[in-house]
């Protein structure tokens, strides 16, 4: 470049990409012609002015698009770790202010986003973090109701990654409005009546799984695997009245496991960056696993279509059989909702089941109290699926699975909703929140913060769900009742408002169900003492958690 050259050259690269900066900040376009047009035309539209005997062609292109590229990356960076950003006063670990790059690289990686905020609150002895250029993570306890609940916000972009060629899932709506819409059909399905025929369809599933593990009793069986057949059957019958046979096989039948494993995986960190979502869709890997989705959605339809409806199964209420919408949802999105039912009500139920086995069996004592209070309501040889009802006043299993679903919520990873641009921000407590601006509500990081969960907040401890006037520490030391902090306030693993699990009664029975029957029946034996101690170690964040195996031996009790 000659002097004269390099003086119209810098200046204009310069313009140039302050431009396409400043576009790129205000309007955030995901048009991938804006893209092509902002990151790959404009730049070659100066390769002339760079261009300049005895530089070559090639020379002066990529001295062109390194410059015009790297300018862009400057200022995005340099205004993100300003003073100016309206996040600035936020503490927060310097590549999290950079860039959500980090978050999905720590997400791929490690598995392990969820200690990472955990983690990221500590250092910064702060209850609200920076964990993204644009997102806050916070335990305050102020921030759960206003954020999630009634008055709260709309979803954010976190969610985009849950759109299927038909539309997007229920789960991943973020218009408020379309959601209340696509709600109805789901709360119809779970209403006080409709749940009651999916408890007799639970009777059913429980007394299959109790068989099948009986055949197997003194064999060697991972109870993390079994507890993932029992929720993919139970949600196939109720979801679409259909057998996946994977309790009675003894086996993943359909290669469903697989299948959901990898769909989470690669949705957990994809989600960080969404907008990447439609340069990445175009992957092998992840078209595969779009592909079997879009196949298990058409296979399970045109199978329930052929079957008909023989029950009031969910697919009954999606399709409006009943005829209670205006205007019905195409057969398309039915079929996406109800797969959606089976992929978040299967894998949530199966792993708040492994982690129950794995905390009984490692606290015996717990596992004793337990069968004291199930042999009470549902003496040995009784029917404990006769009764659902009666267990959800069974004081001592309530509070051992609200302590697993406080110490690990099955979706560990943060739920996130957006302040809307052009709303002027939204003032939680003693905060503000500026506008353009996530907030994630990290279930697994509020519940472990001690102050709302004390004492002992990392380790499981059911009592702390019972209301007496003294309890006993796992120590052996008795505190009274005034020394316990339980919030249920911010106990959010179902989440709550608008958008709580639709699912919750319906998995909450379940859970009971199954709990019940297998305390009642089995004794239960460690086969491989490692794999329990490295249990914990193995649970990974993919938006829902990713579970190690859980091998142990049952045994059928005797009397
Ligand atoms: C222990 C079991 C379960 C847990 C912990 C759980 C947790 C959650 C959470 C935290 C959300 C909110 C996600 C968000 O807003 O980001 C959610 C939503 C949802 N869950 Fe569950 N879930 C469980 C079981 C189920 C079951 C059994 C079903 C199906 C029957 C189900 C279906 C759904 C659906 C469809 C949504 C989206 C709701 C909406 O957007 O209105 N879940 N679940």
Request: hydrophobic share 40%.
């Amino acid at each position: 470049m000659s002097s004269n050259t390099q003086s119209i050259a810098i200046p204009t690269l310069l313009a140039a990409s302050s431009i396409a900066y400043v576009i790129f900040k205000k309007y955030e376009p995901e048009n991938v012609l804006v893209f092509a047009l902002l990151l790959v035309i404009t730049p070659a539209s100066l390769v002339p002015i760079v261009q300049q005997a005895p530089t070559t062609l090639l020379v002066a292109t990529l001295t062109t698009f390194a410059t015009y590229w790297s300018l862009i990356l400057v200022l995005t960076v340099l205004y993100r770790i300003s003073p100016f950003h309206p996040l600035a006063k936020y503490p927060g670990p310097l590549l999290c202010k950079v860039s959500k790059l980090w978050m999905a690289h720590v997400t791929a990686s490690s598995g392990k986003a969820h200690i990472y905020v955990q983690e990221i609150h500590r250092i910064y002895k702060s209850d609200i973090v920076r964990i993204g250029p644009n997102e806050l993570s916070t335990t305050n306890g102020d921030f759960p109701s206003a954020v999630l609940g009634v008055n709260g916000l709309a979803r954010g972009p976190y969610y985009d990654t849950r759109i299927h060629e038909a539309g997007m899932s229920l789960d991943g709506i973020r218009d408020r409005s379309l959601h209340t819409i696509r709600h109805r059909p789901w709360a119809r399905a779970m209403n006080t009546a409709n749940i009651k025929h999916y408890e007799g369809l639970l009777s059913n599933v429980v007394a299959d799984f109790i068989a099948a593990l009986s055949q197997r009793e003194g064999e060697v069986i991972n109870m993390s695997e079994w507890s993932m057949f029992f929720g993919i059957d139970f949600m196939g019958q109720m979801a679409f009245t259909y057998d996946y046979g994977m309790i009675k096989n003894g086996r993943d039948t359909h290669g469903l496991i697989r299948l959901f494993e990898s769909l989470t995986r690669e949705g957990a960190w994809i989600s960080h960056i969404s907008w990447s979502l439609k340069f990445l869709q175009h992957l092998s890997s992840a078209t595969e696993t779009i592909d079997g989705l879009k196949l298990l959605g058409e296979q399970t339809v045109e199978r329930r279509i052929t079957a008909g409806s023989t029950a009031k199964d969910l697919f009954y209420h999606l399709i409006d059989e009943e005829g209670h919408e205006p205007t019905p949802p195409s057969l398309e999105l039915c079929a996406v909702d109800g797969l959606t039912a089976i992929v978040a009500g299967s894998d949530t139920v199966a792993t708040v089941l492994s982690h129950l086995w794995y905390f009984l069996v490692s606290h015996p004592t717990y596992f004793d109290r337990l069968r004291k209070e199930v042999d009470e309501v549902f003496p040995p040889g009784a029917d404990t699926n006769k009764e659902i009802a009666k267990q959800m006043t069974m004081p001592f299993l309530n509070a051992c699975v609200n302590e697993i679903l406080r110490l690990y919520p099955p979706v560990l990873a943060g739920l996130q909703r957006r302040v809307e641009k052009h709303t002027g921000g939204r003032v939680v407590g003693s905060h503000f929140v500026p506008e353009d601006t996530q907030v994630s509500v990290w279930a697994y990081v509020v519940h472990r913060d001690p102050q709302h969960f004390s004492p002992i907040p990392d380790v499981f401890w059911p009592d702390r769900w019972l209301t007496q006037e003294t309890y006993v520490l796992p120590t052996g030391n008795i505190i009274s009742k005034d020394e316990i902090i339980t919030n249920r306030d911010v106990f959010v693993p179902f989440s709550q408002g608008p958008m709580v699990c639709v699912g919750k009664s319906v998995a909450l029975m379940e859970i009971r169900a199954v709990a019940c029957a297998v305390v009642q029946y089995f004794d239960i034996e460690v086969v491989d003492q490692s794999c329990f101690d490295s249990y914990e170690d193995t649970l990974c964040e993919a938006f829902a958690t990713i579970r190690g195996s859980l091998p142990i031996c049952l045994h059928v009790r005797k009397p």
